[in-house]
């Protein structure tokens, strides 16, 4: 395939890379408690819990628009698509006009399952999975080719990408909102969710388990 271009053989090994936070507003759930108590004449209580649960179990969710989080999440331009419909969120993508492409994913192939057209099974035949794994491998070899022959003859970038495939790797920076953000995972986390969008959205929420202790408590994360 040559320098540029390099096939993920190993998923697993990318997927603590894959996800990563870049940046949170510091002390959120105190932040979002001081704001939410801007009436009350004991604004600076330490005592938050009951708070964030009251406001989260009564609808209150204007006061988790206050701070925010930034995720870096490297994917694919199929998956990115999906991930980018999201309009509450801000995004940077990495930008196939003025970069190079120099990488592709590489998928386990699935059983469509035919009473549920948003659902997927992985009981195939390893034959079949080499197959669709071996499938792959040509079409990126192939556009891997093409693309840097178009390259070394002149051809734009913004046009030479015209013969990357839906495999192409990308890197997006995904910014929003707590209320935003529990939306997101509430919603990509179900098992009607693209695997392998559901995997990001999987990873994205055990950040924010981590970041937000209390709010992923009254959500029930944990």
Known sequence: MGKKFKLENDKEKEKEKAIKLIAITPNAEELIAYCARVSSPHQDNPKIEKLLEYCIDHGHW???????ITIEINTSRAISAQILRHRSFTFQEFSQRYA?????????ARRQDSKNRQNSIDDLSLRDKLWFWDAQDKVQLLSASLYHDALDMG????Q?????PMSSKTKLYMTGNIRSWIH???LRC???TQKEHRDIALAIREILKKELPIISKAVAWN
Do not use: Q
């Open 160 to 164: 030479a990408r015209f013969l990357l």
């Open 62 to 68: 204007s006061v988790f628009e206050t701070p925010s």
């Open 155 to 158: 051809i734009a970038k913004e």
């Open 190 to 192: 179900r098992i009607d």
């Open 184 to 186: 997101y995972c509430d």
């Open 100 to 108: 190079e492409v120099a990488d592709f994913e590489i998928y386990k």
